[in-house]
């Protein structure tokens, strides 16, 4: 009988094992559905019974037990091109918009495009939604339909986060494009622009959320 059981047991186990290893990837510490490339690959991942982008995305991350683990990296880095790649593919995708320049900075999206949209203000909420979905949720995005304005953010794309006098050339940027319409508040604690009061990142960076009533375009209210 003991063997009988063993080798019952021993089946179930080669079985679910055969299961996983044909469902999850490990790899280091993170196991995976499947290997993962890029986010928001413009190849997509390859399903055999649905073709590409069918998969669900699963990462599960296990902490190690070594002490200073190098293989485990506890923050990952985001690639800010291929964030700005994304974020113009997509608002570019939107009505009545023909021409997207986005520029993607350690806290702040900028985004100028140029639309023939009849309703300025409309347009501007669904650029803005559009961009903050794809950025970590402490980004701030300013967009700007203004005239010149995809050339003025262009003109920046060689610049990093070291350049000299960065903060307040991106500031004078934002103080600008503020001019022009922003959309709606996000809610009652953030305004358009994803800016609340007492953030923790607050004395990092100079925005220009306390001078917001005071600069932004009053094409419609905030609500």
């Not at 190690?64 to 990952?76: C, E, K, L, M, V």
């Not at 023909?98 to 806290?107: C, F, G, I, S």
Request: proline share 3%; net charge negative.
């Amino acid at each position: 009988m003991f063997s009988a059981v063993g080798l019952s047991f021993l089946t179930a186990c080669q079985y679910g094992a055969g299961e996983e290893s044909s469902f999850l990837h490990e790899s280091g510490n993170t196991i995976n559905v499947q290997d993962r490339t890029d986010l928001y690959n413009e190849e997509g991942h390859t399903n055999v019974n649905h073709g590409k982008t069918a998969n669900f995305g699963y990462v599960r991350h296990q902490k190690s037990g070594i002490p200073q683990d190098i293989t485990f990296r506890h923050t990952p880095g985001m690639d800010r091109e291929q964030a700005a790649n994304t974020i113009s593919s997509l608002i570019v995708q939107l009505p009545n918009v023909n021409d997207v320049a986005t520029l993607v900075t350690d806290e702040e999206v900028l985004v100028a495009y140029e639309t023939d949209s009849d309703n300025r203000f409309e347009t501007a909420d669904q650029v803005k939604k559009t961009a903050l979905s794809a950025v970590p949720r402490y980004y701030h995005v300013y967009v700007s339909d203004g005239d010149n304005m995809i050339q003025q953010i262009e003109a920046f794309s060689p610049l990093d986060s070291t350049s000299r006098n960065i903060d307040q050339i991106i500031s004078k940027t934002i103080k600008e494009m503020l001019k022009y319409p922003q959309g709606r508040a996000l809610n009652k604690g953030e305004n358009a622009n994803g800016e609340g009061y007492g953030e923790m990142n607050e004395d990092l960076d100079d925005d220009t959320k306390d001078n917001y009533e005071k600069t932004r375009f009053n094409n419609g209210a905030m609500k």
